[in-house]
């Protein structure tokens, strides 16, 4: 059984940054994809980012490309950090860990056998 716990959350002012921090545990294998996901209040959840473990491939959704930053290293590959920067409101929700055992990283939720409980930001002006 694969386990995914999130940390790094909290609640920051707009323009700052977080880094959000993903462990999987459990798996057997070297090749895995994880993801971050989102949902924003009254909002259905939405994909952010992925990437494939062994490649390092990664996705990044359009809306937040330019600010979201999906951090790894070839040495922990069951790590993924998500380095978000200058915060804004709209990126207030809580964002998941997800991750499936097996590649191409997918945007859909259904890609995703395995979730983590969450971790919430709250980005305030």
């Known amino acids: 059984q694969v386990h995914l716990m999130e940390y790094g959350g909290g609640s920051v002012q707009t323009g700052g940054s977080l880094t959000l921090s993903c462990t999987a545990s459990?798996?057997?294998?070297?090749?895995?994809?994880m993801g971050w996901f989102r949902r924003a209040p009254g909002k259905e959840r939405e994909a952010v980012a992925s990437?494939?473990?062994?490649?390092?491939?990664?996705?990044y959704t359009d809306s937040v490309k330019d600010r979201f930053v999906i951090l790894r290293s070839d040495h922990d590959l069951s790590t993924l950090r998500l380095r978000i920067d200058n915060l804004r409101v709209e990126d207030t929700g809580i964002y998941y860990c997800?991750?499936?055992?097996?590649?191409?990283?997918?945007?859909?939720?259904?890609?995703?056998?395995?979730w983590g409980q969450g971790t919430r930001v709250t980005v305030s002006s």
């Open positions: 459990g798996y057997t294998t070297s090749n895995f994809c």
């Open positions: 997800a991750s499936a055992p097996a590649g191409p990283c997918r945007d859909s939720e259904q890609s995703y056998t395995y």
């Open positions: 990437s494939y473990s062994r490649s390092g491939v990664t996705y």
